[in-house]
C-alpha cells in the first residue's frame, strides 16, 4: 500500500459549487497516452506529455484520497487509457482501501478494453465491480478506421475476461455520422444479449483532430427518433451518477443511455470534476477553466493548502458549458483532447 497521508478518517464537509450542486464523483486522468488514436478522439500524430510532467503514482493516491476525505464517493480512473500506464495497478490496489473502510462507494475505470484480458481479474480482487468499455463498432474493418490501427479481437476477448472475473461491463459508443449509424441498433442488441448495458455519446468538440467535427456529428436525437420505429423505449428515472438519461427497451430487456452534450445539456445536476494527469482541476468539461493542483500538492506534506484550492476551485466551477457544432462553429469548444482531460 502507498504510504500516503489522506486516508479520509474524518467525517467530510460537502463540497458544493457555487449553484449548489454538491461534488461527489471525481474523474482522474493517470495518463494522456492511449494505445489506440480513435479520430474523434486523438490526432495520428499526437504528442504526449512528457513522463516527468505526469504526477507520481503515490501523488494520484494523495490526490484522490484528498478528495475522498473532502466528499467524493465515486471514482473513476480514466486516461488515456489508463491501464497503459506502469504499475497501474498499485494505484488501484491502494485507493481499494477507501472501499474497505466505507470511505468511498465505488471505484472504476473507463476502458478501451484492449488490456482489460491482462487486468480483469486483479481489478476485480481490488474491489472494483463495474467498468465502462468504448466500442465503437463490432465491424473489424470499421474498428480499424476508428481507431487507425486497433485490434478488436483483443477487446472482445477482454470483455470476456472482464464478464469472468465477475465484473459489469456497460458498453459506451460514440455516434458517428456515416459510419456506425446504421450499427447502432445491432451493437445494442449484442450488448444486451451479452448482459451488458449500452450508452450512447455525442461527438464532444474537445481539441483538433483531422477532419471537421461537423462530418461526424450526429445528433442523438435522431438516433432515438430511429431506434423508437424499431424498439419500445421507456424513460427511467433512475441515475448512475453520470450525466446520462437512461431508457429500458422492451425487446432487449436491457438499458439504453444517452449522453446528450450538445442537443441536451446535463449540466443542471452535474456533480463532478476532473483531473489531468498533471494534477491540472477542471471543474467543467466544456471549459477552459484550470486549477493547478500540482503545486500545492507539492509545497506541504500535509493537506491545508491543497484542500484550501481544491474549494477555491469548486467555488469557481461555471454553470455549464458551451458545446455547440454546426456549420458557423466546427472547431474545438476547448483546445484540450479529450485524452488528457479525465475522460
Keep these: 500500500m502507498m504510504n500516503t497521508p489522506s486516508d479520509a478518517t474524518t467525517g467530510p464537509t460537502p463540497m458544493i459549487d457555487p449553484f449548489g450542486r454538491t461534488i461527489t464523483y471525481l474523474r482522474v486522468s493517470v495518463t494522456d497516452r492511449c494505445d ?8 495520428e500524430d499526437m504528442t504526449f506529455l512528457p513522463r516527468t510532467d505526469l504526477l507520481t503514482l503515490e501523488e494520484l493516491d494523495r490526490l484522490c484520497s484528498a478528495f475522498i476525505a473532502k466528499g467524493v464517493r465515486k471514482l473513476r480512473l480514466t486516461g488515456g487509457e489508463p491501464l497503459v500506464r506502469r504499475n497501474v495497478m498499485s494505484l488501484f490496489r491502494s485507493l481499494s482501501r477507501h472501499l474497505k473502510s466505507g470511505a468511498l462507494n465505488e471505484l472504476t475505470l473507463t476502458t478501451n478494453g484492449s488490456q482489460l484480458a491482462k487486468y480483469a481479474a486483479e481489478l476485480a480482487d481490488c474491489g472494483v465491480r463495474r467498468i465502462n468499455v468504448s466500442l465503437d463498432t ?3 474493418d470499421k474498428f480499424r478506421a476508428i481507431t487507425r490501427w486497433g485490434d478488436i479481437d483483443k477487446v472482445l476477448a477482454g470483455i470476456k475476461a472482464s464478464q469472468e472475473a465477475g465484473l459489469k461491463v456497460k458498453i459506451n459508443t460514440v455516434a458517428l455520422k456515416n459510419m456506425n449509424e446504421e450499427e447502432i441498433p445491432s451493437l445494442m442488441r449484442w450488448a444486451h444479449d451479452q448482459g451488458m448495458d449500452m450508452t450512447l455519446i455525442e461527438v464532444m468538440p474537445m481539441g483538433d483532430v483531422s477532419g471537421g467535427r461537423l462530418d461526424q456529428y450526429v445528433p ?13 423505449m421507456t424513460d427511467l428515472t433512475e441515475s448512475t451518477g453520470g450525466p446520462a438519461r ?8 436491457g438499458k439504453l443511455g444517452f449522453i446528450t452534450p450538445l442537443t441536451h445539456n446535463f449540466c443542471e445536476s452535474c456533480n463532478r470534476v ?13 471549459q477552459e477553466d484550470a486549477s493547478d493542483l500540482r503545486k500545492p500538492l507539492r509545497a506541504s506534506a500535509d493537506d491545508a493548502l491543497l484542500s484550501a484550492t481544491i474549494d477555491r476551485a469548486i467555488g469557481l466551477k461555471p454553470k455549464g458549458h458551451d458545446f455547440v457544432i454546426d456549420r458557423r462553429h466546427t472547431g474545438p469548444s476547448v483546445s484540450r483532447h479529450m485524452s488528457v482531460t479525465g475522460g
Design 36 to 43: 489506440l488514436r480513435c479520430f474523434y478522439c486523438m490526432s
Design 138 to 140: 463490432l465491424d473489424r
Design 220 to 232: 442523438l436525437s435522431m438516433v432515438r427518433s430511429r431506434l423508437a420505429g424499431q424498439f419500445t
Design 246 to 253: 437512461y431508457v429500458s427497451v422492451a425487446e432487449t430487456g
Design 274 to 286: 476532473r483531473i489531468t494527469c498533471t494534477g491540472t482541476l477542471h471543474t467543467c468539461l466544456g
